[in-house]
């Protein structure tokens, strides 16, 4: 052992982290309920609900169990659920006709979550990829080699305008499509849907950590096997500029809340546009995020309730306001006590 020495220190940050009580005074971030937005996936039927393999303890739900669901996570203090349709295959076409259908399932599910539980807020996509045979978000241009944007664009508008009459409190164009939000916002207004809130996936980067998401809705065509990527409308994930400068359009448009996503390898972007925006920003913490922390606790190589805790925290103190995550029921049991 070394010689002891006598430092002569005037700031010694370690004196307040010496308690419990010092360390709560000046903790600088919190995770509550509040900040949670649970995503839940519904298929059709009465089937009992089917864990996705590689996302455990998430479920595929039917309507009547998607409902019971949502009664829980109110009761935990959580005030957001965002929904997303399993479809069956053979309602899948080409062109996504299906989102347009008045009865389709993610509607049904709407209306019957708004009617059980009304104050629980409704998120859903807006977003043809869980409707299309190949996966993509939108059309296909007469080449099909690429996704049309401007056809895109106007089914966007019109399945916004059908899941505001559902009742959804926030309609969530995810697909990076240009121009959508402003014509989104355009129509709902046509429509009467002045109160419909604009969640916009402002800032979307091409990620590998969709992988598990595309498993559970059977969206994963797309991603892997066909000629095309998502690289024509989702952001290069080397792009920083370029993701500012999409989600600041978004927000011109007309959008109310701006999303990046996935949250934990960019956390510099959800700091940066908290910096440029004055609009609340949510991140959403995406299903490969959820699965490769299960996946290490699984192993035993992570503390599960730690890391998740961390991971969360770090996507608050980066700047969101609200979180898109597959913890957050776990997290406001916790939180419950
Ligand atoms: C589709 C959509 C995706 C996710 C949310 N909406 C996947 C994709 O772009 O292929 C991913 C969510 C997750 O991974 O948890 N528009």
Partial sequence: MPEPIKLDLVQRPRRLRRTAGLRALVSETRVTADDLIAPLFVVEGKGVPEEIGSMPGVYRLSVADLVKECRALHKLGVRAVALFPKLDKNLKTPRGAEALNPDTLILRAIRAVKKAVPELLVVADI??????????DGVLTAAGDDVDNDTTVAALAEMAVLHAEAGVDLVAPSDMMDGRV?????????????????????????????????????????????????????LDPANRREALKDALLDEAEGADILMVKPAGAYLDIIRELREATDLPVAAYQVSGEYSQIQ??????????????????????????DMILTYFARSVAQDLAG
């Fill in 182 to 234: 402003g014509e989104i916002r355009r129509a709902l207004d046509k429509a009467g849907h002045t109160g419909t809130a604009i969640l916009s996936y402002a800032a979307k980067f091409n990620s590998a950590y969709y992988g598990p998401f595309r498993e559970a809705v059977g969206s994963a065509q797309a991603a892997g096997t066909t000629l095309l990527g998502k690289h024509t409308y989702q």
């Fill in 295 to 320: 996946a290490a606790a699984r192993l035993g190589w992570l503390d599960l309730r730690r890391t998740r805790d961390e991971s969360l925290l770090a996507i608050k103190r980066a700047g969101a």
């Fill in 127 to 136: 977003a043809l990829d869980p409707y299309t045979t190949h996966g993509h």
